[in-house]
C-alpha cells in the first residue's frame, strides 16, 4: 500500500481538505459527508460520557473533524477503510500528520500536529482500534513564543484605543493575568472581587481546577470600567457569565478568541497573537525577571514545574542575538 499522498485529489469545494486551514476565527465548521458527519456525531456522544473538560472535548472534535474532511478526500487512496482497520488506520495518520506538517496549504507546528494526534489516538480508541501505530513529532527545545518589548507597547496601545470596556478586559486578562482562553470565556461575575485599591480573579482551568491571581492595577480599571457598563446589556441579570454576546449569553471561547485577534490586527503585530502568546508573555517576563518558579507556576495554573522552566530556554530573539556575536570582516 503506498503511503504518498496525491495533492491534486484534494477537491476545492467548501469543506475540502485543501479548504479546512484558510477559515478564520468565528468560521463555520467544517462541513463532512454525510456518512462522516454520522462518525463525528458518535464520537461526540462518547466525549459527552467522559470525565473531561468542556474545552478538551471542543479540541478533540474539532481536531477529529479536520482528520475526517481530509480523509473525505484521500479515503480512496488506501485499499481498506482506515475507520475499521488497523494497517489503514496507521497509514492514514500517518499521511495526515505529513500534509499537517508538509504538504497542505497551512503548515502546522510540531506542538499542534501532537496535539491532533492525541485527539486521534482518542478518536481511533473509542472506535476500537486503539492507538496509531505513529510516534510523536520531537518538540524544539524553545522557550514558548512571546511579545518583545515593542511588541508589548503597540498592543497595549491597541487595546487601550478599542472602545469596548468588555473587548479590553478580555484582551488584557491573558497579558495581566496569564489565563487560558478558555478561562476567560468561563469567567463568572463572582469570580471578580475588587476592593478599593487590590482585587482578585478566580480562575478554573484545567481538570476544573481553580487558582486566584491579583489582579493587576491595569486590568482592575478596565474590569470595573466593565462591572459598571455591563448591567446595561442584554439579560444581564438573567446571566451571571462576566462576559457576555449581543443577546446576553455567555461569550464563547471562540468568540473571545476572535476579539483578541481583531485587536492585534488593528496593533499590526508581525505574527498572529492569540491569547496564548499573551499569557506565554506574562510567563516570560515574570521567569525572565527572576520570579520563583513556583509561584509563576500558581499564577499559570501549571500542575508541574518542567512546564514553567520552558519559560526560561532561550527564544528565537535569543539565538538570534549569538550570531550577531560573531566576529565578520566588513
Known amino acids: 500500500m503506498t503511503s504518498e499522498i496525491t495533492r491534486s485529489a484534494a477537491s476545492q469545494e ?7 486551514t484558510k477559515r478564520g476565527p468565528g468560521a463555520r465548521p467544517t462541513r463532512l459527508p454525510a456518512a ?4 463525528l456525531g458518535e464520537y461526540a456522544a462518547a466525549l459527552e460520557r467522559v ?3 468542556a474545552e478538551t472535548r471542543r479540541t478533540y472534535r474539532s481536531r477529529v473533524r479536520m482528520f475526517l474532511a481530509w480523509l473525505a478526500d484521500h479515503a480512496a487512496t488506501y485499499t481498506a477503510d482506515p475507520l475499521t482497520d488497523r494497517q489503514a488506520r496507521d497509514w492514514a495518520v500517518r499521511d495526515y500528520r505529513m500534509w499537517l506538517l508538509r504538504d497542505g496549504p497551512a503548515k502546522r507546528s510540531r506542538l499542534y500536529v501532537n496535539s491532533a494526534l492525541t485527539a486521534l489516538d482518542d478518536f481511533c480508541t473509542r472506535r476500537g482500534l486503539g492507538k496509531a501505530n505513529i510516534g510523536r513529532e520531537d518538540l524544539p527545545k524553545n522557550a514558548p513564543r512571546a ?7 503597540r498592543w497595549l496601545r491597541a487595546v487601550e484605543a478599542h472602545l469596548s470596556p468588555r473587548d479590553r478586559c478580555i484582551a488584557l486578562i491573558p497579558y495581566y493575568a496569564g489565563a487560558r482562553i478558555s478561562e ?16 482578585k480573579l478566580r480562575l478554573y482551568g484545567k481538570g476544573g481546577k481553580f487558582r486566584e491571581v491579583d489582579i493587576h492595577p491595569k486590568l482592575r480599571t478596565e474590569l470595573q470600567l466593565w462591572l459598571d457598563e455591563r448591567p446595561n446589556w442584554p439579560r444581564a441579570d438573567d446571566n451571571r457569565a462576566l462576559f457576555l454576546n449581543a443577546k446576553g449569553g455567555r461569550l ?3 468568540a473571545a478568541g476572535g476579539i483578541i485577534a481583531a485587536i492585534a490586527q488593528t496593533a499590526g503585530l ?8 499573551l499569557r506565554h508573555t506574562l510567563a516570560t517576563t515574570l521567569v525572565r525577571g527572576k520570579t520563583d518558579l513556583v509561584l509563576v507556576a500558581e499564577i499559570l495554573g501549571h500542575a508541574r514545574l518542567e512546564t514553567t522552566r520552558r519559560y526560561s530556554l532561550p527564544s528565537d530573539k535569543d539565538k538570534e542575538g549569538a550570531l550577531n556575536l560573531i566576529t565578520v570582516d566588513r
Open 36 to 39: 462522516y458527519d454520522t462518525v
Open 147 to 153: 511579545l518583545e518589548k515593542g511588541a508589548r507597547i
Open 14 to 20: 467548501p469543506g475540502s481538505a485543501s479548504e479546512i
Open 252 to 254: 464563547t471561547a471562540r
Open 51 to 53: 470525565p473531561l473538560s
Open 270 to 277: 508581525d505574527d498572529a497573537t492569540t491569547a496564548h502568546v
Open 184 to 199: 476567560v470565556a468561563h469567567l463568572d461575575v463572582d469570580d471578580v472581587h475588587l476592593s478599593a485599591r487590590k482585587g
